[in-house]
């Protein structure tokens, strides 16, 4: 079965899949954080009625973070929702252009939202702007995420346009 990745989703070559492997890996990291940290603060407001002031907005950076990963991986494991009983109406061929159609488009704006939140980063570090929050982050440190993650989604989507091409081979 060598070269058959029957458990995992498609994969259009060692690039996409180093790269899930890398975002599957901080998945997991910042999921351990993120319930290291609530677990800790939990344990600590309740046994010494001590809080440490900062897991709120560390969470939240976590959480935001988790999303952006997180649909990621959906999307490359074909794990989103879909409407299935409208897109089965259509023929195959116009299944297959329907999704072409709909992963350039998600490109094109995963693409967009990347360069317009980069300019948000670089605006933010510009001018040392910083949150309001017992820790004063640097705000340019957590906006770094969107660009990031719509990046990340971006080259997913890449993918699957890569994908639809070879499968369009293949038919022929």
């Not at 070879?166 to 038919?171: V, W, Y």
């Amino acid at each position: 079965m060598a070269g058959n990745n029957s458990t995992g989703p498609a994969s259009a070559g060692p690039v996409f899949d180093f790269i899930a492997s890398l975002t599957k890996w901080a998945t997991g990291l910042v999921l351990c954080a993120l319930v290291l940290l609530v677990f800790s603060e939990t344990v600590l407001r309740g046994l010494a009625n001590y809080s440490l002031g900062f897991v709120e907005e560390v969470t939240g950076y976590f959480v935001v973070t988790l999303t952006f990963l997180g649909a990621a991986l959906a999307l490359r494991a074909e794990a989103l929702f879909q409407v299935h009983f409208l897109f089965d109406a259509v023929p195959d061929h116009v299944q297959a252009w329907l999704k072409r159609l709909f992963v350039v488009a998600s490109l094109i704006v995963c693409v967009i939202l990347a360069l317009k939140t980069h300019d948000l980063v670089l605006s933010s570090f510009g001018r040392g702007k910083f949150a309001p929050t017992v820790l004063r982050t640097p705000l340019w440190i957590p906006q770094m995420i969107m660009p990031i993650g719509f990046s990340l989604i971006g080259i997913f989507l890449l993918e699957k346009l890569l994908l639809s091409g070879r499968k369009k081979e293949e038919q022929s």
